[in-house]
């Protein structure tokens, strides 16, 4: 669905749900899972619809992960680093978290 239009840059290896992928130095989380074919970021809290970026520019949250244990995070706003772990979020998040 979504092509590089360059493909030269340093690559950073990050996971997303434990399953590792590739980005290029300067992606956002957001663009780094659309690249690599991820199309659900989250699932709403009452009826657990699918939800991917819609505005890619911090404006909508249907973009919103868990980075690094911290929830509620817009993937379309954070850059990509080293190692990171990103995980899905599915439904109500449990108070404390």
């Known amino acids: 669905m979504f092509k590089r239009l360059d493909d030269s840059g340093e690559t950073i290896?990050?996971?997303v749900d434990g399953k590792p992928i590739q980005a290029r130095a300067g992606d956002t989380?957001?663009?780094?899972?659309l690249t690599a074919g991820i199309d659900r970021?989250?699932?709403?809290p009452v009826t657990e619809s699918p939800r991917a970026p819609y505005c890619?520019?911090?404006?909508?949250?249907?973009?919103?992960?868990?980075i690094d244990g911290v929830?509620?995070?817009?993937?379309?706003?954070?850059p990509v680093r080293e190692g990171m772990?990103?995980?899905t979020q599915l439904g109500k998040r449990e108070a404390g978290r």
């Open 13 to 15: 290896s990050l996971a």
């Open 71 to 78: 929830g509620s995070r817009q993937a379309c706003l954070v």
């Open 41 to 44: 970021f989250r699932t709403t």
């Open 29 to 33: 989380v957001a663009s780094a899972m």
């Open 85 to 87: 772990a990103v995980e």
């Open 56 to 66: 890619l520019m911090g404006v909508c949250f249907d973009c919103l992960v868990t």
